[in-house]
């Protein structure tokens, strides 16, 4: 997924290749915890057609990708850095 700067500096979101098109997507969107919330408000308000979900476990990814693709909207999963990729990908029951 690439992630392009809008130009524009009044809009400080950056434009998420795919999810403008007709097409349903299903991206990730890697970030700092703390913006978290914000990417998901910001897709909510600026992207029709597409649902931003904070995700916290490989779990939560695998049941967000099985709705995304029964649905028709696309879907962004938004992860935390800190979660990822040792908390996010650690190993079924032993620790990363």
């Known amino acids: 997924m690439r992630v392009r700067q809008n130009?524009?500096?009044?809009?400080?979101t950056g434009s998420v290749s795919g999810a403008e098109?007709?097409?349903?997507?299903?991206?990730?969107?890697?970030c700092p915890s703390h913006v978290a919330k914000k990417?998901?408000?910001?897709?909510?308000?600026?992207?029709?057609?597409?649902?931003g979900v904070i995700v916290r476990s490989i779990v939560e990814l695998d049941s967000l990708y099985a709705q995304y693709r029964q649905g028709d909207k696309s879907i962004c999963a938004v992860i935390s850095k800190e979660k990822s990729p040792r908390r996010l990908y650690a190993p079924p029951g032993g620790s990363a």
């Open 7 to 12: 130009e524009d500096r009044r809009d400080r």
């Open 21 to 30: 098109t007709e097409k349903k997507t299903f991206n990730i969107v890697l």
């Open 39 to 51: 990417w998901v408000r910001e897709i909510a308000e600026t992207l029709p057609d597409t649902v």
